[in-house]
């Protein structure tokens, strides 16, 4: 069994890259430190200082990320091994495992369910009292989670129980499908790294040497995604056989509710107004933003990593809004941006960046709006590639041609050329859900 499940690997594994703020400050205040932030020019001292930051910046995020996936993926081994699939936590679930992994909970916010599950050997008898148990035991540690998905609608009576065998079948599954979640994870830190580099361009770099960097961070990232590759086929030889394992859950489902996602948004309803009128952006585009990003789950954590309810990415996003909130040229920790008040903060003053900066020059509010939602998630260069015939990320040359075409255009072109389909597929699921928000008339 061992061999099959290798030999399954090699070839699913085949094509592996041979190189590779504070709430009480006035607005009034604030509206001047934006006004002069946005306008004014960095002296050419300030920019050669802030482009050392922002090198030195991307260098350690760079090692950090590598130290991130080493840990993770040695997480998602022992994972594969012991429950044979690779359930973690990302952005649309929440998932905790007991301390020797014998038990976990995952609550999924995109399918509405609460499954709590336990491992135990094939000769022994769990019930259905146990998992109720285990589930009590689970929801009291993760308060802040569980309140926001509305788990005490939850109708324990009318739960579901399953049972699956956890055998060299399921592994080989997983494994395969840990592949495919690198391939993933490759495609997010290769935007990030072009995020970064559009908005270098646009703070005063000079762009053929933001290129050359985000060509060395590609190779990095390259090479770092052809080790961990690697190591996953490691782990593929490495499967073996082992005692039969079975997993008992039980499966918790909230009642099918059409305006779910409006009742767990109503929570934020006084901060999401106070930071639209702010930062001048529609409180349903927040939210919509919120709701794809996150679904309204505060511990929400990307493979970027970007965290909470907005997905800040600590040293794009953060360190943007640090500039223009707080002049000072360093990134938001975790911690910080798992504070709701401050996640929604960081958010809505990224877009306002966008919306005010980055794509100001997008005459028609309509047309930019589209932008800024592709933006949010891919980057303005990659919304410029869109509309240069040159492929050329420079936005005011693209902003030329935007200008020249309707709104309904506009959006048409970004969904037939954004470069990522997850882009795509982005930028349709917040305009759909913006109308989730917009109130009534």
Not at 12 to 22: E, K, R
Not at 379 to 407: E, H, M, Q, W, Y
Request: aromatic residues 8%.
């Amino acid at each position: 069994m061992r061999k099959s499940v290798y030999s399954f690997l090699v070839m699913a594994l085949s094509a592996i890259p041979s190189a590779v703020a504070s709430q009480a400050q006035l607005f009034e205040e604030l509206s001047e430190k934006m006004s002069r932030w946005q306008t004014s020019e960095p002296s050419d001292e300030e920019l050669s200082e802030f482009e050392q930051y922002k090198r030195q910046q991307l260098s350690e995020f760079a090692d950090y990320v590598e130290e991130h996936f080493e840990e993770y993926d040695a997480f998602r081994d022992n994972v594969i091994q012991q429950w044979g699939d690779i359930t973690v936590s990302d952005q649309a679930a929440f998932v905790t495992y007991s301390d020797d992994l014998s038990s976990r909970m995952v609550v999924d916010f995109e399918a509405n369910e609460l499954v709590v599950s336990i491992r135990h050997s094939a000769d022994e008898k769990v019930s259905q009292a146990q998992l109720r148990a285990l589930y009590k035991e689970f929801i009291a540690k993760d308060r802040a989670v569980i309140d926001v998905f509305n788990a005490d609608t939850l109708a324990i009576n009318q739960s579901e129980t399953t049972k699956r065998e956890v055998d060299n079948a399921a592994r080989a599954k997983a494994l395969i499908a840990a592949k495919k979640q690198i391939d993933s994870q490759f495609e997010q830190q290769q935007r990030y790294i072009e995020r970064q580099t559009d908005e270098a361009i646009i703070d005063g770099e000079d762009t053929k040497l933001a290129e050359a960097q985000q060509q060395a961070q590609r190779k990095k990232l390259e090479l770092l995604k052809q080790k961990r590759l690697k190591k996953l086929l490691e782990t593929a030889s490495n499967t073996g056989k082992s005692e039969a394992t079975v997993v008992s859950e039980i499966v918790l489902k909230l009642p099918k509710q059409t305006e779910l996602s409006k009742h767990r948004a109503e929570r934020y309803v006084s901060q999401v107004n106070a930071q639209a009128e702010r930062f001048d952006i529609e409180p349903s585009l927040i939210f919509a933003v919120m709701h794809t990003e996150s679904h309204f789950n505060p511990m929400a954590k990307s493979h970027i990593p970007a965290f909470g309810l907005m997905q800040i990415v600590p040293t794009s996003a953060g360190v943007d809004v640090n500039r223009m909130l707080y002049n000072r040229d360093e990134p938001m920790s975790a911690p910080y941006l798992y504070v709701t008040d401050n996640n929604i903060e960081a958010g809505t003053a990224y877009l306002n960046i966008l919306d005010k900066r980055y794509l100001s020059k997008i005459q028609n509010p309509v047309s930019r709006k589209y932008c800024i939602i592709a933006a949010y998630n891919t980057g303005a260069g990659n919304v410029a590639r869109v509309f240069n015939a040159d492929d050329s990320r420079s936005i005011t040359k693209a902003a030329k041609i935007i200008n020249s075409l309707s709104p309904k255009n506009v959006l048409a072109a970004l969904e037939k050329s954004l470069p990522y389909d997850e882009t795509k597929h982005y930028l349709d699921k917040v305009l759909t859900r913006e109308k989730l928000y917009i109130p009534s008339e």
